[in-house]
């Protein structure tokens, strides 16, 4: 069974720094670009950024509004990929989903993690 | 840059036909996909490259693209369809992803 499961939500303090993690499982983990996407409470999705497939090099890119304060990397042995947040602010509170891009380019995101919590406060 | 428009919300009564549209500058030229997000639930995939029905989707779903406006489809309407609708493109020209605003789909 094809499965994302995203951990690492909580808690922090403006300035702050988070590390998501969303263990991916049931298909080849490197084929697949790989992204995040946030939804703050109330409001719609938003893409955060994504990291291409092995044929690309798994390069990255990033929505302007987390660039240079996120990072996307991969574990290639252990299927996982993570989010690594700094410079956290409040507005970047929201449900944070890893989402399994079909192959790469224009394509849809046919699997969704379940989602894990991310509240920016002090 | 690149932006998706879609109406707030819309109504259908039980057993009629929902439309959704995503509005987008020469969006028929794009690749749209559409997903259902249930309350308190993660998004899923109800429609890809326009106009495919991934598997188990029902047929009830469907839909279209040309010109600046593509457009969901969801015929014979049931209380299990309330939920919100997002429209996604791809943006070539910054190799980054695009959302619609959402749709809020209520069943009458």
């Known amino acids: 069974e094809v499965q994302l499961v995203e951990s690492g939500g909580g808690l922090v303090q403006p300035g702050g720094s988070l590390r998501l993690s969303c263990a991916a499982s049931?298909?080849?983990?490197?084929?697949?670009?790989m992204a995040w996407v946030r939804q703050a409470p109330g409001k719609g999705l938003e893409w955060v950024g994504h990291?291409?497939?092995?044929?690309?090099?798994?390069?990255?890119d990033y929505a302007a509004s987390v660039k240079d304060r996120f990072t996307i990397s991969r574990d290639l042995s252990n299927n996982f990929l993570y989010l690594q947040m700094g410079d956290l602010k409040p507005e970047d509170t929201a449900v944070y989903y890893c989402?399994?891009?079909?192959?790469?380019?224009?394509?849809?995101?046919?699997?969704w993690g379940q989602g894990t919590m991310v509240t920016v406060s002090s | 840059s690149y932006v998706l428009t879609q109406p707030p919300s819309v109504s259908v009564a039980p057993g009629k036909t929902a439309s959704i549209t995503c509005e987008g500058n020469t969006i028929g030229g794009k690749s749209v996909h559409w997903y259902q997000q249930k309350a308190g639930q993660a998004p899923v995939l109800v429609i890809y490259?326009?106009?495919e029905r991934p598997s188990g989707i029902p047929e009830r779903f469907s839909g279209s693209s040309f010109g600046n406006t593509a457009t969901l489809t969801i015929s014979r309407v049931g209380a299990e369809d309330e939920a919100d609708y997002y429209c996604h493109v791809w943006d070539s020209s910054s190799d980054h992803r695009l959302f619609g605003g959402g749709t809020k789909l209520t069943v009458l």
């Open positions: 990291t291409r497939n092995k044929a690309h090099s798994h390069s990255t």
């Open positions: 490259y326009d106009t």
């Open positions: 049931g298909f080849i983990f490197s084929d697949h670009y």
């Open positions: 989402a399994r891009v079909e192959s790469g380019g224009d394509d849809a995101f046919d699997v």
